[in-house]
């Protein structure tokens, strides 16, 4: 039994995914993508938490130990009802567990690095210990990845074209976006990200929002390839409708952003851009997941 958790396959295998043969390395490549963005689907709000931030500093380092313990077992639970991986055949939860804690921990280490929140002058023992609380998080996002986003109804969407599916798509896209991040466009954090970020760092982050609005529909192929397959006007591309999603989350974001009066008119754009970039970060999540689930 062992050894056959622990056989290789080379990276050039091809492996059977429905009617197709897909090269293995594809095929792995795509259930770690699935796992990184369904990690930053659970986990990016409280990534935005400053109580979060707090409490690492705060626990000793030995619950931290514990939690981390307890939290590799509730991946495997999760794994064994869930995953991250298309296909159950090729799961073994445990090494999945496993798994799941490191994406997670990449996951939490790239967005704890655009808001900020680790910088070289941060102790390394308390960069630890942040990551190790956020990772749990995220390692829980990273083993429900398969499930934690539907895939919508394929055959009403089927029925629609053109110009439809581009409304249908811009709606539920917009709609994602306001849910997702109405518990975060309230607080403060936002605008003390925005104030403690660099110039780089903003770019930086547009940049990622842009990629992940890409990764997570089309290359961490959460929706189905009926769903995909439908071209609007508009939207009739990858990389089109990732733009047009990211603008969405743009303009919630400015929305949300003067509904709690942080932003209006007269709020010069060298202080409002930053502020919504920022927040798009996060509404970006919900314009991705409101495709795919509306």
């Given amino acids: 039994m062992l050894l056959s958790l622990l056989s290789i396959s080379t990276l050039d295998t091809f492996i059977q995914e429905g009617e197709k043969n897909r090269l293995l390395y594809r095929v792995e490549m795509t259930d770690a993508l699935r796992a990184f963005c369904g990690a930053l689907f659970v986990a990016l709000p409280l990534h935005m938490t400053a109580e979060m931030w707090e409490r690492a500093r705060a626990i000793p380092s030995w ?4 939690v981390l313990v307890l939290a590799f077992f509730a991946n495997v639970g999760y794994n064994s009802v869930s995953g991250f991986k298309h296909h159950k055949s090729r799961s073994s939860i445990w090494f999945d567990a496993v798994s799941c804690l490191g994406i997670g921990l990449v996951a939490s280490l790239l967005t704890m690095l655009l808001i900020d929140q680790i910088t070289i002058q941060i102790p390394f023992p308390i960069v630890l210990k942040l990551l190790a609380l956020q990772s749990v998080l995220t390692g829980f996002g990273a083993s429900l990845a398969k499930n934690q986003l539907g895939g919508g109804d394929a055959g009403e969407e089927e029925e629609i074209s053109g110009y439809a599916v581009d409304y249908k798509r811009f709606l539920s896209g917009s709609l994602g976006a306001l849910l997702y991040s109405l518990n975060i466009a309230p607080t403060i954090e936002t605008i003390q990200i925005s104030s403690s970020i660099n110039g780089f760092q903003l770019i930086v982050i ?11 529909v089309f290359v961490a192929n959460f929706s189905t390839k009926s769903s995909l397959a439908k071209k609007g006007r508009i939207m009739d591309s990858a990389w089109s409708e990732s733009l047009i999603s990211y603008l969405i989350a743009l303009l919630v974001s400015a929305g949300l952003l003067w509904l709690f009066g942080y932003i209006d008119l007269a709020t010069p754009l060298s202080v409002s851009l930053p502020w919504i970039a920022v927040l798009g970060y996060v509404t970006t999540m919900g314009s991705s997941a409101g495709r795919l689930i509306f």
């Fill in 63 to 66: 619950d931290i130990a514990i």
């Fill in 206 to 216: 547009v940049l990622y929002s842009l990629l992940l609005s890409y990764l997570f």
